[in-house]
């Protein structure tokens, strides 16, 4: 901000001198603003971990499982995956849709296991983070 303000007072003792024209002010280096060509997309300021993710995310890939694990009906047969990269994991499960009490339960590698509470079941299965 500082820097804009500097190169805009600069800008503005050229028209006081008579170098410049009554026209529009032209601004050195990349200046984006609301005035300049609007406001920076999400994937134009993204970095690091964060752009990371939005490139695997266009291209249908989630490599550290930051969104929901599909819901799957939770039976013996068609169990709920959670993925890990260790051989358990521990899992929260809300029985109920309302309400607002967690049974947290460990998971581990190997068959599908039950919730003490409600009775759906859990496999984990392994991820490899690239």
């Known amino acids: 901000m ?8 600069g800008g503005l003792r050229g028209l006081r001198a008579g170098r410049g024209s009554l026209g529009p002010l032209r601004l050195s280096g990349a200046s984006r603003s609301m005035a300049g060509g609007g406001i920076p997309t999400d994937e134009e300021q993204a970095t690091g971990l964060e752009r990371k993710i939005m490139k695997a995310l266009e291209k249908g890939l989630d490599p550290w499982s930051t969104l929901p694990p599909k819901r799957r009906a939770g039976t013996k047969e068609d169990p709920n995956i959670v993925p890990s990269i260790n051989e358990k994991r521990i899992v929260g499960c809300i029985c109920e849709e309302d309400n607002s009490t967690v049974i947290w339960f460990w998971l581990h590698k190997g068959e ?19």
């Open 112 to 130: 599908a296991q039950r919730c003490p509470s409600c009775g759906a079941h859990y496999k984990l299965v392994p991820h490899e983070v690239p």
């Open 2 to 9: 500082a820097s804009r303000l500097l190169r805009l007072c």
